[in-house]
C-alpha cells in the first residue's frame, strides 16, 4: 500500500486485529471492524492490541460501515478487505465506492 505515515486505514472484516495492528506502525489512524459473536451469539467488543492510533468496532458490517461512520472517523485513504466466504455485501460495497479511498482506481 506505499504508506507513508499519513494514511487513514479502514481494515474491514479485521479478525483480531492483526493486519490493522501492524499497519498501525505505517499510518496516521487504522480503524477496525469485525462482527465478533459473544455469550449466547450476541456481539461484543474483541480484544486487540491497544495501540494508541487504532480502533476497533464490533457490529454487523453493514450496520456498522455508513457515511456517517466515515465522517466519524475520517476518510480512508487505505480499505483492506478480508471479508468471510458469504462476500461484501451490496450495502457495504456502496458505502466504500462513495468513499472513495484516495488510492483508489474506481
Known amino acids: 500500500a506505499a504508506l507513508t505515515g499519513k494514511e487513514i486505514l479502514y481494515d474491514l472484516y479485521t479478525g483480531?486485529?492483526?493486519?490493522?495492528?501492524f499497519c498501525a506502525a505505517r499510518c496516521a489512524k487504522v480503524v477496525?471492524?469485525?462482527y465478533v459473536r459473544g455469550h449466547r451469539g450476541r456481539p461484543h467488543q474483541f480484544d486487540a492490541e491497544r495501540?494508541?492510533?487504532?480502533?476497533?468496532?464490533?457490529g454487523d458490517m453493514k450496520a456498522v460501515l455508513s457515511d456517517e461512520?466515515?465522517?466519524?472517523?475520517?476518510?480512508?485513504?487505505?480499505?483492506?478487505?478480508?471479508?468471510?466466504?458469504?462476500g461484501?455485501?451490496?450495502p457495504v460495497?456502496?458505502?466504500?465506492?462513495?468513499?472513495r479511498p484516495s488510492g483508489s482506481s474506481m
Request: hydrophobic share 45%.
Open 93 to 99: 460495497i456502496d458505502v466504500i465506492l462513495r468513499a
Open 69 to 86: 461512520f466515515i465522517r466519524c472517523n475520517g476518510r480512508p485513504d487505505v480499505i483492506i478487505l478480508d471479508p468471510p466466504r458469504a
Open 51 to 58: 495501540i494508541g492510533n487504532t480502533v476497533f468496532y464490533a
Open 16 to 21: 483480531t486485529g492483526t493486519i490493522a495492528n
Open 32 to 34: 477496525g471492524v469485525e
Open 88 to 90: 461484501v455485501d451490496e
